[in-house]
């Protein structure tokens, strides 16, 4: 790992999404239950714009392991690229 992953590893959800929005880059994330001020959702609630990319969110991160469910997190993230700038200000997207 670099100084720069290690950086985005140890960064609040605040410093990470304007790091990739910065960026253009998307953000792929589980779904946490993380609340209060710091939270993503909080963050996205606060900071997002017409021209933000949405957040990408793994609805069941356990069940990644399972193929059809796996699939269909990947059919869902091929969707949304090719209409990338239809999604952009909605904040998040949940896959699948």
């Not at 990408?56 to 090719?82: H, K, M, P």
Request: charged share 25%.
């Amino acid at each position: 790992m670099n100084l720069r992953d290690t950086v985005l590893v140890t960064s609040s959800d605040r410093v990470v999404w304007r790091f990739v929005q910065q960026r253009g880059m998307l953000l792929l994330t589980g779904n946490r239950n993380m609340d209060g001020e710091h939270s993503l959702e909080q963050v996205i609630r606060e900071e997002n714009h017409s021209t933000a990319l949405p957040v990408l969110t793994i609805s069941d991160v356990d069940r990644i392991v399972e193929r059809q469910y796996r699939e269909a997190c990947a059919d869902r993230l091929v969707e949304i690229g090719i209409a990338l700038e239809q999604y952009r200000g909605t904040g998040r997207l949940y896959l699948p």
